[in-house]
Antibody, heavy 123, light 107 residues
């Protein structure tokens, strides 16, 4: 059974960088059938895709966040990562990592999700 | 980006009721639509993908239909475990976009 687990700080100061890790177990991240992504959920804005990455490193970023997002993958550790720069209070949310099946033009829906990690942006 | 809307935003129903939730896309997304169920404090659970295909293990009382810009999720006989929030998601183009959710609560 595939398992995803997010880790990272729960509190980040405004203008700093939010860094999260997703550790995958029960299956290899080096799989040509799936993308690996980050999705966040905030009370005011619902669910939103942040970005997705393939094991090779090719990535998709949400245009609304592209200027601040970097994702990477470490296949040797079966992990992938999110960096979100210059955060504000609007970035306060629950952050989920997930595995996406392939859609017609990139990442599709997600069957497997992490449990989610709450992140608050505050000084 | 393609915008997704859902109606109603909240739905009050009783066990055994037939429930229908509508999801609309701001442009044609073909059949590239998924439905999720989410309970408080939990990650979303994939129920249906490609409009009408049930994920393994999802009860047959759930069904999906539609195409283009209008889609529905139907629960034929609501069970106690079904009280939750339901989200639609298009994945026709990137970024995949979610609807705002429909909360199904107890009447």
């Amino acid at each position: 059974q595939l398992h995803l687990q997010e880790s990272g700080p729960g509190l980040v100061k405004p203008s700093e960088t939010l860094s999260l890790t997703c550790t995958v177990s029960g299956g290899s991240i080096k799989n040509s059938y799936y993308y690996w992504g980050w999705i966040r959920q905030s009370p005011g804005k619902g669910l939103a895709c942040i970005g997705s990455i393939f094991y090779s490193g090719s990535s998709y970023y949400n245009p609304s966040l592209r200027s601040r997002v970097t994702m990477s993958v470490d296949t040797s550790k079966n992990q992938f990562f999110l960096n979100l720069r210059d955060v504000t209070a609007e970035d306060t949310a629950i952050y989920y990592c997930a595995r996406h099946i392939k859609g017609p033009q990139g990442p599709g829906p997600s069957l497997y999700w992490g449990q989610g990690t709450p992140v608050t942006v505050s000084s | 980006d393609i915008q997704m809307t859902q109606s109603p935003s909240t739905l009050s129903a009783s066990v055994g009721d037939r429930v229908t939730i509508t999801c609309r896309a701001s442009q044609n997304i073909g059949s590239w639509l998924a439905w999720y169920q989410q309970k408080p404090g939990r990650a979303p659970k994939l129920l249906i993908y490609k409009t009408s295909l049930l994920e393994t293990g999802v009860p047959s009382r759930f069904s999906g239909s539609g195409s283009g810009t209008e889609f529905t999720l139907t629960i034929t006989s609501l069970q106690p475990d079904d009280f939750a929030t339901y989200h639609c998601q298009h994945y026709d183009t990137y970024p995949p976009g979610f609807g705002p959710g429909t909360k199904v609560d107890i009447k």
